[in-house]
């Protein structure tokens, strides 16, 4: 699965839209970008995913770029309940999803 | 939505314990998966199964066992608990294999004495 690259903070302030950032610009053709989050202590959380075209869907929405070497996740109107770490994916169809690092984000009153 | 719940949130055990953490999902997946978590070292993959009866080793499957007797539950062993194995344990179910996601537990931090 290829190498993905985030920053590995950023602030946004409530209410306002959160764009998250990815490189994965060793990525081949038949895998696919997933976005999860993980707040403090829980299970990490599925947000959403795709191949080559742009997703929403309730949660946020995921626009690749045309080369498909990068990505962003925008929570567009953020809350304090996206305060998270939030991770970016570059999966085939092995047996599992490799966590990196991720983006820690906090959500700014 | 799915579901996927884990037996316990916490657990305390002492070295040398058996110790059992049990995964149900309610979503009649096909794939389930235990994971462990720990600080720098991001989700390692422990076990996981594609059906019933089925098991096949992750990357870290050393000191653990599972066992898959029904579709929805998917249980890790630890058959002698060591400090080593203090963590948190997530467990995952996905619809079958290909493209779809995985869907986390809430995760079990267990801490061995």
């Known amino acids: 699965d290829a190498k993905t690259t985030q920053p590995t903070s950023m602030d946004c302030a409530e209410g306002r839209a959160a764009n998250l950032p990815c490189n994965h610009s060793t990525i081949s053709g038949n895998e696919y970008v997933y976005w999860y989050r993980q707040i403090h202590s829980q299970g990490p959380q599925y947000i959403i995913h795709?191949?080559?075209n742009n997703e929403t869907n309730e949660m946020a929405s995921l626009i690749i770029t045309e080369d498909r070497k990068s990505s962003t996740l925008i929570l567009p109107h953020a809350t304090l309940r996206d305060t998270a770490v939030y991770y970016c994916?570059?999966?085939?169809?092995?047996?599992?999803?490799?966590f990196g690092t991720g983006t820690s984000l906090t959500v700014i009153p | 939505d799915v579901k996927v719940t884990q037996s316990s949130r916490y657990l305390v055990k002492r070295t040398g314990e058996k110790v059992f953490l049990e995964c149900v999902q309610d979503m009649d997946h096909e794939n389930m998966f235990w994971y462990r978590q720990d600080p720098g070292l991001g989700l390692r993959l422990i076990y996981f199964s594609y059906d019933v009866k089925m098991k096949e080793k992750g990357d870290i499957p050393e000191g653990y066992s599972v066992s898959r007797e029904k579709k929805e539950r998917f249980s890790l062993i630890l058959e002698s608990a060591s400090t080593n194995q203090t963590s948190m344990y997530l467990c995952a179910s996905q619809k079958d294999r290909g493209y779809n996601e995985q869907f986390f537990g809430p995760g079990t931090r267990l801490t061995v004495l």
């Open positions: 994916i570059v999966r085939g169809t092995g047996n599992q999803f490799y």
């Open positions: 795709g191949l080559k």
